[in-house]
Each structure stands twice: as structure tokens, then as C-alpha cells.
């Protein structure tokens, strides 16, 4: 029963964490991977290219070729945990209305943490793109300029995204060629998009990453891996010595985020970002950056793993970092967040996810 009861507690947490998902499966990441995630790693497929078509003689035949998918190992290297007390009550005696409520928070606090560790990583290893502006006279050929590149690139043309911050959004409502979604069929309303503009589902996106407007790409480009470390259960906490007549929610849930294909995701700052530079550090397993930044910035500040994301004209608490001398410790998967300071308040913002060839060995 027990068993039982923690199948239906995390299948219950898993649905809400999917319905509070801004960056969704299947419509910005893809789930496509091989092995557990709750073993510590996984394998991802990584082809660059398609299967190659070649003609077809009747009379030979067509000698078969050798596919070039190769496959990464991806460490799983996020691992978010829940464990709430529930006063007054034993395990057994817990309320249905007080366990829906709190399974229902469960899933909406680990939706938020998947989203904001994915958007890092595509913001991460995604092409950076700087423009002047964005407004309503200027979003439609920002758009048209963003999917013309990707389409140079060979990236598939239906089921791109557009994950664009409120005011861009209030830009993209306000273009005469936005396509409202209640005009659109069922699977663009689903993947929770209100409307479509120069080919993308555009998704509002409530950020506050400095100067960024949107993010625009395709599920194909971008793996999302998470599984139960330990599924949802109600612990009884009488044994503890501490706690009396008490219980907890607890559940562990691990995962992590890959971008595929840089130029599958490309991230689109208005009017600037910061552009880093990885270079070997001396010690083992630590990495130099060398920034470069149009902004007022007068300092820079890092911080490994952002639980949550520098937000313009707010004070920062990372780590000093001075351009081409800063040895910074890391790991292959990490994503680093560098803030330029003015007046100690953020006023631009660079990102980087690490690979091993970024860091002494």
C-alpha cells in the first residue's frame, strides 16, 4: 500500500510540476535519452546532420552507409528535494485535502526550479544576439531575422518557439501580423502559446534577465532528463527523537538540461550582453573568463549555478571577477553567470555553460 500510495503521490506531483512548466517538454526540450537518470548519468544522442537520401538502382541496389549519431554522456547534475513537515498529524492520519494541497505546492516549487535551470542552460550554450531594440515597429523584423537564420541553418521549420519576456510580448500583441491563439488549432493552444508571429509559437516568458527579450528555438536542439530519486511519500517523523506526533512530505527529484545545437537556440539581448571567453586555468578543474561588454559596467561579479538569475538595476551578491585573471573552480555541465555592476546594480549579464575543454584537466 505504501508502495502504492508513492506511485500516486509523484504521479500527482509530476503532473503538476508539467502543467506549471513555462519551458515545456516537447516544446522546448525534447526527452530524448538512453539509461536512469537515477544512476547519476545518462546517454544523449547528438547527430549534427540528417540521414543522407541517395538514389536507388533497381539492379544494385543501395550500398548502405555508416550513421554518424554519436552519444554524449550527460551527468545528472541537478538534485531538488522537498521535505516539509506537517504538525499534528501521523502518516496514516494526514488529511486528502492537506496532502493534495501540499503535493500541489510540491510540484508548483520544482517546476519553478526545472525552469530556471533550463532557461540557464539554453541561455548558456545558446547563440547570443544583440540588437538595438525591440518595440512594435521593430519585433515583427526582429522575429523574421531570427527564423531567416535558422532556417539558413537547417533547423526544422514547424515547432519553433518564441519564449519572449512581457514587454516584448506587449510588442508582439500590438504587430498586425500576430496570429491570436484561439485562431490557432488545439496543439498550439496545448503547448501553452498565445498566438503565433513569423513561424514561432510565441510563449510568454516572465523573466527578468538583464536586456534579454526572447529565446528563440526548437525542441530538436535541447534535451530535458529528470526522474524520482526518491518518489513522493508522507514520512512519519515519530522515530526521529525530535518530532512528536508528526509527519513530512518528502521527495527527491534529479535532472539536468543539454543543448544539443548552439545554433538551435538562439538568445536575443536588447540592446546588449556580455560575451565570455573560456581559457584553461592553471589549477585542475578551474576555468578563466575574459568578458566583453558595451555596457556601463563598471565590475563584474560571478556565480556558479544561479538558483535564481541576476535581475536588472538589483543588487548582486557573487564572487569578484576580473576579466583574464579570475581562476574560477567549476565542473563540465556548469552553467556561470557573470553580472556587470554599476553603482553595485546589475546592468548587464553573460552566460556560459562549461564543457571539459573549458577547464584544466
Not at 7 to 19: G, I, Q, T
Not at 88 to 96: F, L, T
Not at 235 to 240: E, F, M
Amino acid at each position: 500500500m505504501a508502495h502504492e500510495l508513492q506511485e500516486r503521490y509523484s504521479d500527482l506531483v509530476l503532473a503538476k510540476l508539467r502543467s506549471e512548466l513555462v519551458l515545456k517538454d516537447g516544446v522546448v526540450f525534447n526527452n530524448d535519452y538512453d539509461g536512469d537518470p537515477a544512476a547519476g548519468a545518462v546517454k544523449i544522442p547528438t547527430r549534427d546532420d540528417e540521414v543522407a537520401a541517395s538514389d536507388y538502382d533497381r539492379a544494385t541496389g543501395l550500398a548502405p552507409i555508416t550513421g554518424n549519431t554519436a552519444y554524449t554522456t550527460l551527468p545528472i547534475n541537478r538534485d531538488k528535494a522537498v521535505n516539509e513537515i506537517i504538525d499534528g498529524y501521523e502518516a496514516s492520519a494526514v488529511p486528502d485535502s492537506l496532502v493534495a494541497e501540499r503535493l500541489d505546492s510540491a510540484g508548483y516549487s520544482l517546476g519553478r526550479a526545472m525552469d530556471m535551470d533550463g532557461a540557464s542552460e539554453l541561455l548558456g550554450a545558446g547563440t547570443l544576439v544583440g540588437v538595438p531594440s525591440v518595440d512594435k515597429d521593430t519585433v515583427y523584423g526582429i522575429l523574421v531575422e531570427q527564423r531567416t537564420r535558422m532556417s539558413k541553418d537547417n533547423l526544422p521549420a514547424a515547432g519553433r518557439y518564441a519564449l519572449c519576456t512581457p514587454d516584448v510580448i506587449a510588442a508582439v500583441v500590438r504587430s498586425p501580423e500576430f496570429t491570436q491563439a484561439s485562431s490557432l488549432g488545439d496543439e498550439v493552444k496545448q503547448s501553452g502559446a498565445i498566438g503565433r508571429i513569423a513561424g514561432f509559437n510565441v510563449i510568454e516568458f516572465n523573466d527578468d534577465t538583464p536586456n534579454l527579450a526572447m529565446i528563440c528555438g526548437h525542441p530538436r536542439f535541447a534535451t530535458r532528463v529528470n526522474a524520482w530519486q526518491a518518489p513522493v511519500r508522507l514520512q512519519s517523523l515519530d522515530g526521529s527523537g525530535k518530532y512528536i506526533g508528526a509527519s513530512a512530505v518528502q521527495g527527491r527529484m534529479v535532472y539536468a538540461h543539454k543543448v544539443l545545437r548552439q545554433k538551435g537556440v538562439r538568445c536575443v539581448f536588447a540592446p546588449n550582453f556580455i560575451s565570455l571567453a573560456t581559457a584553461a586555468g592553471a589549477a585542475s578543474g578551474s576555468t578563466v573568463l575574459t568578458l566583453s561588454d558595451s555596457s556601463a559596467a563598471t565590475a563584474y561579479k560571478y556565480t556558479r549555478n544561479p538558483s535564481a538569475r541576476a535581475a536588472y538595476g538589483t543588487a548582486y551578491a557573487g564572487t569578484a571577477l576580473v576579466s583574464g585573471t579570475t581562476e574560477i573552480a567549476a565542473a563540465a555541465g556548469d552553467v556561470l553567470e557573470v553580472a556587470g555592476l554599476k553603482d553595485n546594480k546589475v546592468v548587464s549579464v553573460g552566460y556560459i555553460t562549461l564543457s571539459a575543454q573549458n577547464l584544466k584537466a
